[in-house]
């Protein structure tokens, strides 16, 4: 129930398409979705986050969208860039547990082609 | 602002052996996060402190992992003694305090070999 499922594994996306990233959770008591974003040799970086009270959220090119009766978000990413090229993780994390955890998404390893 | 800072930055080290890891936050960061990130996974929080106290350790193999932060800002994580399976990466990260929504700050990480 803690699991946070995050597909696919690995995008491949021409410059200037819609990269698309998708994620699902069980516990209904998670109250935030970030998305971290990780380039090689790096650590994790927050790249947009969300709440369960509002269905979608635009950043840029970046936009999550909310589905809370699914309990399923995803990420999209307009007008890729290669420069996108990251390994993408969704969280959820919960602040209802005495303290809080944040649940990582296994990751997708996005490549844009120039 | 100078980020979060950990060293050292590579480390292989034969099975059984000890090894420990020490991460500087974002200075007046209250919460501080030890991750352990396995290859092609995503993070897994092993401990996370407010200022010096535990709030979350329920992940981590105590019998072999130990971690502190004695004054409140900086922390040694320390593994022994290391097995292959701990062959990983581990990242340090801090936030401004322990809420939800609070971003977290990750430094570059840890990446140990255990031969």
């Known amino acids: 129930q803690q699991q946070v499922k995050q597909s696919p594994q690995s995008l491949i996306v021409q410059k200037g398409g819609i990269s698309i990233i998708n994620c699902a959770y069980e516990n209904t008591a998670f109250d935030y979705f970030p998305w971290y974003q990780q380039f090689p040799g790096k650590g994790p970086a927050l790249l947009i986050a969300?709440?369960?009270?509002?269905s979608e959220k635009k950043e840029g090119r970046f936009t999550i969208s909310f589905n809370k009766s699914a309990k399923q978000f995803s990420l999209h990413i307009m007008d890729s860039q290669p420069g996108d090229s990251a390994t993408y993780f969704c969280?959820?994390?919960?602040?209802?547990?005495?303290?809080?955890?944040?649940?990582f998404g296994a990751g997708t390893r996005l490549f844009v082609k120039a | 602002e100078a980020g979060v800072a950990q060293s050292p930055r590579y480390k292989i080290i034969e099975k059984r052996q000890s090894v420990a890891f020490w991460c500087n936050p974002i200075?007046?960061?209250?919460?501080l996060y030890w991750y352990q990130q396995i290859l092609g996974q995503g993070p897994k929080l092993l401990i996370q402190?407010?200022?010096?106290?535990?709030?979350?350790d329920s992940q981590l193999p105590k019998d072999r992992f130990s971690a502190e932060r004695l004054k409140g800002v900086d922390s040694t994580l320390k593994i022994q003694p290391a097995k292959l399976e701990d062959s990983a990466v581990y990242l340090c990260?801090?936030?401004?305090?322990?809420?939800?929504?609070?971003?977290?700050?990750f430094g570059p990480g840890t990446r140990l070999t255990v031969l």
């Open positions: 402190f407010q200022n010096n106290g535990v709030v979350d």
């Open positions: 990260a801090s936030s401004f305090t322990g809420g939800s929504y609070n971003e977290q700050f």
């Open positions: 969300i709440r369960p009270d509002v």
């Open positions: 969280a959820a994390s919960s602040s209802n547990t005495g303290g809080f955890k944040t649940i």
């Open positions: 200075s007046g960061h209250a919460t």
